[in-house]
């Protein structure tokens, strides 16, 4: 794929090697900016690695099935299979941070749940100052209904409180319900996706 536009992936690279090797592209002015955060497995990972969820501002044109081939790590366990990033994909900045983030209100308004949580000074960034602008300039209306069910699951209302406090349309009751009985468990869930290589 080329594009100049944002992308994302999932990296299985030590961290340390990651941001030399983006170092060197922003250097060499093939990228502008980036941000990583390490992620523990979940539930449904179960002894898998940790990995990364990286995000890359492009500075030029790229063609991403070339630009993988910056980050074939070699590892010493497997010789013959080097650490590297998934296939990258067209991103946006405000899913991938709330995502990264693990961001619940962001999560449930998509059906889903993760155990573990995140901060913003988590995030590994080429540019603390662009990160922190960006992270402002993510427009969160469209969670605002799910905040309120964040809320009331924190604070120990049953699903029939939260409902007559709320004024939720009727025709939402199961989404909501839903969701509730998905933040009460804490547990890890991707509405039928088998890994996060579904989000």
């Given at each position: 794929?080329?594009?100049?536009?944002?992308?994302?992936?999932?990296?299985?690279?030590?961290?340390?090697?990651?941001?030399?090797?983006?170092?060197?592209?922003?250097?060499?002015?093939?990228?502008?900016?980036?941000?990583?955060?390490?992620?523990?497995?979940?539930?449904?990972?179960?002894?898998?690695?940790?990995?990364?969820?990286?995000?890359?501002?492009?500075?030029?044109?790229?063609?991403?099935?070339?630009?993988?081939?910056?980050?074939?790590?070699?590892?010493?366990?497997?010789?013959?299979?080097?650490?590297?990033?998934?296939?990258?994909?067209?991103?946006?900045?405000?899913?991938?941070?709330?995502?990264?983030?693990?961001?619940?209100?962001?999560?449930?308004?998509?059906?889903?749940?993760?155990?573990?949580?995140?901060?913003?000074?988590?995030?590994?960034?080429?540019?603390?100052?662009?990160?922190?602008?960006?992270?402002?300039?993510?427009?969160?209306?469209?969670?605002?209904?799910?905040?309120?069910?964040?809320?009331?699951?924190?604070?120990?209302?049953?699903?029939?409180?939260?409902?007559?406090?709320?004024?939720?349309?009727?025709?939402?009751?199961?989404?909501?319900?839903?969701a509730y009985s998905l933040l009460l468990?804490?547990?890890?869930?991707?509405?039928?996706?088998?890994?996060?290589?579904?989000?």
């Amino acid at each position: 794929m080329r594009t100049t536009k944002a992308i994302a992936t999932i990296s299985f690279n030590s961290a340390s090697y990651l941001k030399l090797k983006l170092d060197e592209l922003k250097k060499a002015k093939i990228i502008s900016v980036y941000h990583f955060i390490e992620h523990l497995p979940e539930d449904d990972e179960a002894g898998k690695k940790l990995h990364i969820h990286l995000y890359i501002e492009p500075a030029k044109l790229i063609q991403t099935e070339e630009f993988n081939e910056h980050f074939l790590e070699f590892d010493p366990e497997k010789p013959d299979k080097p650490k590297r990033c998934l296939p990258f994909r067209i991103s946006k900045f405000g899913d991938w941070y709330l995502y990264a983030l693990h961001d619940t209100a962001y999560l449930i308004a998509k059906g889903q749940t993760r155990r573990y949580k995140y901060e913003h000074k988590d995030i590994v960034t080429s540019d603390a100052d662009e990160l922190y602008r960006a992270s402002k300039m993510i427009d969160k209306r469209a969670l605002t209904p799910w905040l309120g069910l964040c809320e009331a699951v924190e604070d120990g209302l049953t699903f029939a409180e939260y409902f007559v406090q709320s004024g939720m349309p009727i025709q939402q009751i199961n989404a909501f319900e839903k969701a509730y009985s998905l933040l009460l468990n804490n547990c890890t869930y991707r509405s039928d996706g088998e890994t996060h290589l579904n989000d």
